[in-house]
């Protein structure tokens, strides 16, 4: 079955830098990847996603970019503040069924 | 719009114990998904409805987990008998539909706040 691999774990990152978050999925029939952020003790909620006719989407500061023949996906913020800090978690999907996560990144954005 | 609602919000119980939790998806959403999540992980599903339809329980412990959605809209889950290893947030999703194999584009996924559970 599908599998999404993410990495890092952990990233700590200082204010107003960039952050990269990196995942691969292994069923090349995915075609929707979404990517939540989940702050502690709170819901996932979807800040961006992608579907598989695109390369690459932006949203002011987080854009995720999409390479299908190597199946990953990344995650990238721009001008990291203090209230980007949580879990991210990338998903990927067939046709928006059932998600499968990735294990999360805890990103920690210093002032 | 009001978002996905799920009670209780926190349970603990003894093993062997039984425990429901409930949902209320989004006004107007067909589909509505169970996760688990233990700390640390990522969530993971245990069903999916389809209206009151059961698409996927590939991943649900059978002979201990159960759920519904008889008339299409709320839905309970069920564990009996709890396990330490159910130890979890459960949380439940919900989106208009689903694309299913080429049936249109995939749509996006809300959560509960989730119910938080603890087995000892």
């Known amino acids: 079955g599908e599998n999404v691999e993410q990495h890092p774990s952990t990233l700590s990152v200082q204010e107003g830098d960039s952050a990269v978050i990196k995942c691969t999925y292994s069923?090349?029939?995915?075609?929707?990847f979404p990517w939540y952020k989940q702050e502690l003790g709170k819901r996932p909620q979807l800040i961006i996603d992608?579907?598989?006719?695109?390369g690459e989407k932006k949203d002011q500061r987080i854009a995720v970019t999409l390479n299908k023949t190597a199946k990953h996906f990344s995650l990238h913020i721009t001008e990291t503040q203090p209230e980007d800090s949580a879990v991210y978690f990338c998903?990927?999907?067939?046709?928006?069924?059932?998600?499968?996560f990735g294990q999360g990144t805890e990103l920690s954005v210093k002032p | 719009e009001a978002g996905v609602a799920q009670s209780p919000r926190y349970k603990i119980i003894e093993k062997r114990q039984s425990v429901a939790f409930w949902c209320n998806p989004i006004?107007?959403?067909?589909?509505l998904y169970w996760y688990q999540q233990i700390l640390g992980q990522g969530p993971k599903l245990l069903i999916q409805?389809?209206?009151?339809?059961?698409?996927?329980d590939s991943q649900l412990p059978k002979d201990r987990f159960s759920a519904e959605r008889l008339k299409g809209v709320d839905s309970t889950l069920k564990i009996q008998p709890a396990k330490l290893e159910d130890s979890a947030v459960y949380l439940c999703?919900?989106?208009?539909?689903?694309?299913?194999?080429?049936?249109?584009?995939?749509?996006?996924?809300?959560f509960g706040p989730g119910t938080r559970l603890t087995v000892l």
């Open positions: 006004s107007g959403h067909a589909t």
């Open positions: 999703a919900s989106s208009r539909t689903y694309g299913g194999l080429g049936q249109g584009a995939p749509d996006t996924q809300y």
């Open positions: 992608i579907r598989s006719n695109v």
């Open positions: 998903a990927a999907s067939i046709w928006g069924g059932k998600l499968i």
């Open positions: 409805f389809q209206n009151n339809g059961v698409v996927d």
């Open positions: 069923d090349s029939a995915s075609n929707y």
